[in-house]
């Protein structure tokens, strides 16, 4: 007679007892798996307490179970320079999460936005702002603009260029207001009101680290300096003043 009356019972109100029951459990335990502690790490972009307040926030979230088998097993949420991120946990209490931001090397001005892009020209970004120590690339035509597609430009080549001059760029701390290629052949850093020709890519090490050197002289001065031709053998720079 009991097997005949529990057969009877839905299916339904058996599956929502079961939630019922595993939420009672989980507000039960949740002052044992409340986050504690968070460890952010490959941020640069954003500091940490941003990516805390990206990834965990507040509410139920905080809940150390809940947050990690909700990333492990669900789309993360989409945050603007950032391509992904991952949640770990380190105890009941603390978690890490680790950052995969976008490789930007420029950005360009598109339609009053920042069009951010990486090594191989691909856009990964449009935004109002300016990320620091990110230089801003002129000379650049395209005929299309699509975010995740890569820039139409006529020489694919210019990216490598680009790579290269921004990874110097970073290397010796020079933060130009803009680099342009207007082509390969002839290329300019502008850094305030001092325009400093680079020529083509030969010698551009040694170029950008004496321009490094030399950055201190150049903020209060006006016109071109000319390196097109520089190598560590050059004893004379000239600076050509605006009139």
């Known amino acids: 007679m009991n097997q005949k009356i529990r057969k009877k019972i839905p299916v339904k109100i058996i599956l929502a007892a079961a939630v019922l029951t595993g939420t009672a459990v989980l507000l039960l335990f949740a002052n044992f798996f409340y986050i504690k502690e968070v460890t952010v790490v490959g941020n640069d972009h954003y500091s940490n307490k941003e990516i ?88 650049l035509y395209f005929d299309q603009l699509a975010i995740y597609q890569s820039l139409n430009v006529e020489d694919s080549r210019i990216f490598d260029t680009i790579l290269q001059i921004t990874q110097l760029l970073t290397k010796y701390s020079l933060d130009p207001d803009e680099l342009h290629l207007g082509n390969l052949d002839d290329m300019y850093l502008q850094i305030g009101d001092v325009r400093v020709t680079l020529g083509s890519g030969d010698h551009m090490e040694e170029k950008i680290a004496r321009i490094k050197q030399l950055e201190p002289d150049l903020l209060d001065k006006s016109g071109t300096l000319d390196m097109k031709n520089y190598t560590d053998e050059s004893t004379h720079i000239s600076l050509e003043s605006n009139k």
């Open 52 to 139: 805390v307040e990206f990834v965990v926030g507040d509410g139920y979230r905080r809940n150390t179970i809940y947050l990690y088998l909700n990333y492990k097993y669900r789309k993360h949420p989409d945050i603007p320079f950032v391509d992904d991120f991952e949640v770990s946990m380190n105890s009941l209490n603390s978690i890490t999460i680790r950052v995969y931001e976008k490789n930007i090397v420029g950005y360009v001005r598109y339609l009053g936005k920042n069009v951010y892009f990486d090594k191989d020209g691909i856009v990964v970004e449009s935004s109002d702002e300016e990320i620091e120590g990110v230089p801003m690339i002129t000379g």
